[in-house]
């Protein structure tokens, strides 16, 4: 079963102007926009193209009215998930959509039998950092010069406890097929 779209806290009878589903290539001239706003060494399309065909990797884009507005991506290893990039464009920041999306990947993961969940950050970007401890991350260690630029990472992981599953209000909506 996959997760595909999810209700952001929207009636039911009224249509959802936000999904979240897979990134399909289609999404990249958007994701790539993103990218180029969002980050000092932005991934290239031809480097997301590659990451669509990864059997280890997921990449999801949190849509309104049709349009990309945020994505991310993460690789699953046995039950360890990993969390290769994260970004909302900058017009639909503070408003708690990149709070969804990334609920939405933990539970993904969660989901796929993993416990921990890992991700670098800038340690010069604090607001990432704050919102990732948020949702339960803790820093264990620094990446030297782990940037293109020669920025350290800070490293981060959340670990959740043996036989736990995620919140079923979480995932408010579960569709098959993809």
């Known amino acids: ?23 399909k290539p289609i999404h990249l001239p958007d994701v ?31 849509l309104f009215h049709s349009k990309v507005v945020g994505y991310i991506g993460l690789w699953t290893l046995l039950d360890e998930a990993h969390i290769t990039t994260f970004a909302i464009h900058p017009n639909f920041r503070r408003h708690g959509l990149g709070k969804k999306l990334f609920q939405y990947a933990l539970d993904f993961s969660h989901n796929q039998g993993c416990r921990e969940i890992l991700l670098e950050v800038r340690v010069s970007n604090i607001v990432a950092q704050n919102l990732y ?46």
């Open 1 to 23: 079963m996959v997760h595909e779209s999810l209700n952001l806290n929207r009636p039911s009878n009224e249509e959802d102007p936000y999904q979240i589903e897979k990134m």
């Open 32 to 62: 790539i926009a993103i990218e180029k706003k969002s980050f000092p060494q932005p991934w290239s399309f031809s480097l997301y193209l590659s990451e669509l065909s990864n059997r280890m990797a997921t990449y999801l884009v949190l």
């Open 133 to 178: 401890r948020t949702f339960g991350f803790t820093s264990y260690g620094i990446r030297k010069k782990y940037y293109n630029d020669g920025e350290d990472a800070l490293l981060m992981k959340k670990i959740y406890p043996e036989n736990t599953l995620p919140q079923p209000d979480s995932l408010t909506r579960w569709e098959e097929g993809v």
